[in-house]
């Protein structure tokens, strides 16, 4: 009597088939975020609500390893774990199917979740899309599964049947690939589609840059970075895109009067311009996470006085769109001279949506983290001992003036130049106190003034040059600079965390005889 053989397959079958299925529901995930304004990408919003739930700590591990790409990297980790964790799904579907089917679901249900924290999701695409990625998924986790299982002894080479599965799990896959791709372009083009932006309305020009504000030394950094090429550090993967329509600011707590602003309400109050140099905490000694730009709005004092702050209001927080807050004494804007802003604009442009628009908070001599809120939809005052801020709970410091500062842009770290004379030129800040003076350190010699060019303001970075006698070998270089007060930057290296990176900046070099 003839025994049909029993049906086997094998795990790294079982395993394609899971991780397959998987990366078919997420791409049509994407390809429906594409398609269908509301609709959530599952991978962007998961990633969201793991950059909500970092311990401390760790998004300086992040910045550190991956710079300015870290969304791109945290995209594409949730990506692979995903993919992972839905192929160890495919090894158990084939003893315990239910429960597999059960993990898909698990998968879908988070993807609901995080989508549905996001304010600019729409829950109704969000709930279809998640419907419709699961049911592909599970159907082709099955319908590989299905084909994945061969009859008979393990066969002679060639094994027609196992690559016939491997075919079929890979021309799956393939599509998968490209849906999901065309879904992500999909995504990008719909959030850059921002709508019409009015044109900004005629400010109170700042004072232009002075004579001697820049020196003409190949290497350095611009006096005013450009949009495209300024820093952008904050904890959305995906760039918001607000609508100037329908969007407002508030303002509440302790004040006398709660007032609300539409976009053209803002642009109707009194305009002027200033330059600020603005810097994230995460920047490392020597760092790129600083820039200098020319930013036009409201003053954040004539707002406050419409509004009457209350004299016991000793914090003010600003709120993001999506429910992001900094906060920061009111004590700061007390010094006249120091213009906090509401900016609507930047370098002579609306607000880029990757910086903020429709608004955001400039507040001078302060650390990003607690101040310059990007997408601001509130202001909210209070008191200090009420409410920590978003990065306050993370375990950063509560207060963040941006610490003196001072970096080497030319000669390039490891770079080789001439003998004779070098220029060692760069940048140097300490908003708002101002710089004082640049000194340069040859190997262990003594310290060196160099010149400085004439500042556009306290509130910005300067350049600096020192003009060295460079004899043939390999040297190392410091850089120092005192602020306007007469204080010394601090010579001790010490990370970013929790409330800014310390040391002097040094770079080696080799001088070619």
């Known amino acids: 009597m003839n ?63 991956f710079g300015t790409a870290d969304k791109l990297a ?96 890979l021309t799956a896959g393939a599509v998968a690939v490209v849906g999901g791709t065309v879904g992500r372009i999909l995504v990008e083009r719909q959030q850059a589609a921002a709508a019409a932006v009015p044109p900004l309305p005629v400010a109170a020009p700042a004072a232009s840059p002075p004579p001697g504000a820049t020196f003409d ?73 600083v820039g200098n730009a020319l930013w036009s709005g409201v003053k954040l004092r004539d707002v406050l ?28 804007l007390d010094p006249p001279d120091r213009e906090a802003m509401i900016a609507v604009g930047m370098n002579g442009e609306p607000l880029p949506p990757q910086h903020g628009f429709p608004a955001r908070l400039i507040v001078p001599g302060l650390f990003g983290y607690v101040s310059a809120t990007k997408w601001l939809t509130e202001i909210n005052l209070t008191t200090l001992e009420a409410f920590d801020a978003y990065w306050i709970r993370l375990g950063w410091a509560k207060e963040g003036p941006i610490l003196t500062q001072s970096r080497i842009d030319a000669p390039r770290n490891g770079g080789h130049v001439p003998a004779g004379t070098v220029a060692v030129a760069g940048v140097a800040w300490a908003p708002d106190r101002g ?10 010699g003594p310290w060196n003034a160099a010149e400085l060019s004439r500042a556009i303001s306290d509130a910005t970075w300067l350049q600096w040059l020192y003009r060295w006698q460079a004899p043939p070998g390999m040297h190392s270089l410091r850089v120092r600079a005192t602020d306007g007060t007469g204080e010394v930057q601090a010579a001790e290296r010490t990370p970013p965390p929790p409330d800014g990176a310390r040391g002097y900046h040094q770079i080696a070099v080799t001088v070619d005889g």
């Open 435 to 444: 710089i004082s003076r640049v000194e340069v350190q040859v190997d262990e």
């Open 3 to 65: 025994v049909a053989p029993a049906p086997r397959s094998t795990r790294a079958a079982d395993a394609l088939s899971g991780a397959v299925a998987g990366g078919a529901g997420l791409a049509l995930a994407e390809l429906i975020a594409g398609l269908l304004p509301g609709a959530p990408s599952v991978v962007t919003e998961v990633g969201t609500l793991l950059i909500s739930l970092q311990p401390a700590g760790a998004k300086q591990l992040v910045v550190d390893l």
């Open 74 to 169: 945290l995209t594409l980790t949730v990506t692979v774990v995903a993919l992972l964790i839905t192929a160890a799904l495919g090894v158990l579907a084939r003893s315990r199917r239910g429960l597999a089917q059960l993990g898909f679901l698990g998968f879908g249900l988070l993807g609901i979740y995080a989508s549905l924290r996001d304010p600019l999701v729409d829950p109704i695409p969000a709930l279809l899309s998640a419907g419709v990625s699961i049911v592909v998924a599970i159907w082709t986790l099955d319908w590989l599964l299905g084909r994945s299982v061969v009859r008979g002894p393990r066969p002679e080479m060639p094994d027609w049947e196992r690559r016939r599965f491997l075919g079929r799990a």
């Open 217 to 289: 030394v190949p290497g350095i950094t611009p006096l005013v970075i450009s949009n495209d090429r300024f820093y952008r550090i904050d904890t959305q993967l995906l760039t918001p895109h607000l609508q100037a329509d329908g969007w407002s600011l508030s303002v509440t707590g302790m004040v006398d009067r709660e007032l609300q602003f539409s976009y053209a309400d803002l642009l109707a109050l009194p305009q002027f311009e200033q330059y600020v140099t603005i810097a994230c905490v995460s920047n490392e000694v020597g760092g790129d996470l």
């Open 305 to 332: 006085d419409r509004a009457g702050m209350q004299a016991d209001a000793t914090q003010l927080v600003g709120r993001a769109f999506d429910g992001w807050t900094a906060g920061f004494p009111t004590s700061w």
